[in-house]
């Protein structure tokens, strides 16, 4: 067994392709994780940002940006075609809720997609949006095939997290990324997850996943962190999860990608 860090930072950043608009603004959040990305609101700024980083010898990049209210990451598409046939960049992308159209672009760019399945609780009462956890179960059938890895955040709704991990696994996906819900200081959802009960969601997603990631959205706790051997990769671990895999005796490669990136 080999278990992965993944360090994305400079060598895989990450673009906004909505610079720090959301119009979901979700109550979590309040858009605050897009104000650090690179900004590229345009297509035109998009390629010359990739461009720009391609000379400069990264690997790849995450693409991404605020939801529109139906629930979609408006997505250059023939500009994100450009850079994948002009550049050597390895993209990543979150699209958010997708129809055949988009489907049909994205088989032409293949790039990897990292793509979160929420929980009714999370739609209705975080993202607030008038879409149900069907549409994004049907988004999720229509990119099967490409390079797809769904993506559960837990630590909001256990048993409705528990049960979007069993369906998901029931679509035939061997690989699944779990993230924690991460509340912002100053917005309405600022209490911190139950550790307990994400623990044990962890454990329920270890038995059914071939692969499973912790993933760099998650507050770091230490009782979580501890847990680093119930997982194939972990995502910028914190030193008491390194502790537990050295003790382990577990050898160690590290990645400077996106977790989803293989």
Not at 1 to 23: D, N, Q, R, W
Not at 54 to 77: A, F, M, N, T
Request: aromatic share 6%.
């Amino acid at each position: 067994m080999i278990l992965y860090y993944y360090y994305p930072g400079k060598m895989f950043p990450a673009i906004s392709v909505t610079g720090a608009h959301c119009e979901v603004m979700c109550l979590h959040c309040r858009g605050r994780y897009l104000k650090s990305m690179i900004h590229a609101e345009t297509p035109e700024k998009l390629i010359d940002v990739c461009t720009n980083l391609d000379e400069k010898g990264v690997i790849g990049c995450l693409i991404s940006g605020g939801c529109d209210l139906s629930g979609r990451v408006p997505l250059p598409l023939e500009a994100l075609h450009y850079i994948r046939e002009e550049t050597d960049l390895v993209l990543n992308l979150h699209t958010g809720l997708v129809n055949a159209h988009t489907v049909r672009k994205l088989r032409e760019i293949d790039p990897y997609i990292s793509f979160e399945v929420p929980t009714p609780s999370v739609i209705s009462q975080l993202y607030q949006l008038e879409v149900t956890q069907q549409d994004y179960v049907d988004s999720l059938t229509l990119l099967k095939g490409l390079k797809v890895t769904p993506h559960i955040m837990i630590g909001f709704n256990p048993q409705e997290e528990r049960e979007t991990i069993k369906k998901v696994e029931k679509m035939g996906f061997s690989s699944l990324v779990v993230i924690v819900f991460t509340p912002t200081r100053g917005t309405p959802f600022c209490d911190h997850p139950d550790t307990e009960e994400v623990i044990k969601t962890c454990d329920v997603a270890r038995t059914l996943f071939p692969r499973l990631i912790l993933g760099c959205m998650r507050p770091r706790i230490k009782e979580l962190e501890e847990k680093a051997l119930l997982f194939d990769g972990i995502v910028l671990p914190t030193l008491w999860a390194k502790e537990q895999v050295q003790e382990a005796g577990i050898p160690v490669e590290i990645k400077n990608t996106c977790c989803v990136v293989e």
